[in-house]
């Protein structure tokens, strides 16, 4: 490429890679911007570690630069060979023991900071949540509160909360990037981590581990609420009764519909710990459907009559009768009529 467009062929590129890549990363899914203890810990570490290889960077390009500049062949010297430094002691004592140094300046406060976050000792005297990863949704038990819900994890500010976490299938990976660091959801193996947010938000977390079709849709979220609004939260949960009769017709028609269709074998309203599938008790104070598609009706029947579409690889296609189109309109209206408090994502300022 010649004339102008060929000079700043570099600048493009580099313009458009900064285009792409600050379009990475969202508001309360980034590890960059830190919202709690975990992300500050590793914000720390990233920072620590930057600087030193920015350290590492400049001086190693420095000394490039000087060779090149100072060092080059010069006119009338064709001959000339320079001082051989081969197997010089001072020399290579230099360069092992900088980069020895360095490593050490990195190792301590990573080691530190690993055993600090995976401290176990206060974990009585904090709230616990058994948590169970799904293909490909997330089951949070509280089992103190005797409590149960699936998608969206309610947790106080300013508290530690921990998760003890196992999968019902295969290797998970639990991972809140704006307020903690991320962790292996085992079959076999129950692995737990504390995490605590500094600020009220809705806090995006993600499946971190591929683990099948609709890994990528293994959505889920973190609603951080002041402590009262969490207390009453999980009193509102707890005083849910299952069998109540919804207000209008369209719903109870869809209450019984999900009785006569084999869906409350997988899924609980209430607090049976029964986790085939997400638990509903407050299915329409979530803002999302399946972790990831906005709440709507449309979206809601869409997904009752044909969730392959919607999650490839899903457990739950093809495991009860063939909907009329009716019947998910009645359903999807008793289901968005779940909502058992007043605390929900928006009292977390969503
Ligand atoms: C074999 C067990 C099973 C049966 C039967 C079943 N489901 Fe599901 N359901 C699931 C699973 C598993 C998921 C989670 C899918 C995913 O996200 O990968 C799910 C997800 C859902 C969701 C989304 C929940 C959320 O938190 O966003 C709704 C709503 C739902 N099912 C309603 C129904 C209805 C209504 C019926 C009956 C017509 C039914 N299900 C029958 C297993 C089942
Ligand atoms: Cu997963």
Redesign the pocket.
Known sequence: MKGWMGKFKFVFLLSFLAIILAGCGKENLTALVPKGYGAESSMNLIVLSTVIMTFVFIVVLSVYLIAIVRFRKKKGQENYIPKQVEGSKKLETIWTVIPIILVLILAVPTVAATFDLADESGKSDHINVDVTG????WHFSYADEEVQT??DLYIPTGEKVYLNMKSSDVIHSLWVPSISGKMDVNPENENTMYIEANEEGVYWGKCAELCGP?HS??DFKVIAVSPEEYEQWVADMQSVDPEEEPQDAVAQDGKA??EA???????AIGSSPNA?????TN?GD?T????Y?E?NKQN?VD??LD?ESI?P????TG???E?SEE??DS??EY?LQLKPSEITPESAGN
């Open positions: 799904n293909q490909y949704w699936s998608q609709s849709l293994m519909a999900m269709n084999n869906c409350l074998s997988c899924h085939v599938g997400p638990n509903l299915f979530r999302k459907i399946v972790g598609l709440t809601l997904w009752l969730p999650k690889g899903n457990l739950m495991k009860y009768p909907l019947e998910a359903i999807a289901l």
